[in-house]
């Protein structure tokens, strides 16, 4: 399988969240199923059904975390900002100025597992990261966009 570019922070958080359900939520499971067992016959016992599809679903979430983790090609943004002279890269974050619109907004460019735009995270796949790329402040991007063309003005680059 090929490396999946993912950033530091967002390494983190899939570090701790798998620590999380290794240390916390199993344990909770194991101890579920059990006691659930002590009730009686497994054929009718809907608390141990929905406790072992609980640890079904935990088990899978272990096993997702692992392979994207082992499979990540971890950039920290920080230490290549150095070599990246003002350009947008991944991990960067853009601050940009909508010219039709007359608004600005900010964004950070991840990887597709930490892709989230809600908070502003966007994967560095989507049309608007591959429109960003390279550019620097004071450049003006056009995004194709399914609504057509959309002017960028990039105001800031930064590498946090």
């Given at each position: 399988?090929?490396?999946?570019?993912?950033?530091?922070r967002g390494a983190?958080?899939?570090?701790?969240?798998?620590?999380e359900?290794?240390?916390?939520k199993r344990p909770?499971m194991?101890?579920?199923?059990?006691?659930a067992?002590?009730?009686?016959d497994?054929?009718?016992?809907?608390e141990?059904h929905?406790?072992r599809?609980?640890?079904?679903f935990?088990?899978?979430?272990i096993?997702?975390?692992?392979s994207?983790?082992?499979?990540?090609n971890i950039?920290?943004?920080i230490?290549?900002?150095?070599?990246?002279?003002g350009?947008?890269?991944?991990?960067?974050?853009v601050t940009?100025f909508?010219?039709?619109?007359h608004?600005e907004?900010t964004?950070c460019i991840?990887?597709?597992?930490?892709?989230?735009?809600?908070?502003?995270?966007?994967?560095?796949n989507?049309?608007?990261?591959?429109?960003?790329i390279?550019?620097?402040?004071?450049d003006v991007?056009?995004i194709?966009?399914?609504?057509?063309?959309?002017?960028y003005?990039?105001?800031?680059v930064?590498y946090i």
């Amino acid at each position: 399988m090929n490396q999946i570019p993912m950033t530091l922070r967002g390494a983190n958080k899939l570090r701790k969240e798998l620590e999380e359900l290794k240390t916390i939520k199993r344990p909770i499971m194991i101890s579920a199923i059990a006691s659930a067992r002590e009730h009686g016959d497994l054929k009718e016992n809907a608390e141990y059904h929905a406790a072992r599809e609980e640890q079904s679903f935990c088990e899978g979430r272990i096993q997702e975390l692992e392979s994207k983790l082992s499979h990540a090609n971890i950039i920290d943004v920080i230490k290549m900002s150095g070599n990246a002279h003002g350009r947008v890269i991944f991990g960067s974050t853009v601050t940009v100025f909508h010219r039709e619109m007359h608004k600005e907004s900010t964004y950070c460019i991840v990887g597709d597992d930490e892709a989230d735009l809600k908070n502003n995270l966007i994967s560095i796949n989507s049309p608007m990261a591959r429109g960003l790329i390279g550019k620097t402040a004071g450049d003006v991007t056009v995004i194709c966009a399914p609504g057509g063309n959309v002017e960028y003005d990039i105001i800031k680059v930064e590498y946090i």
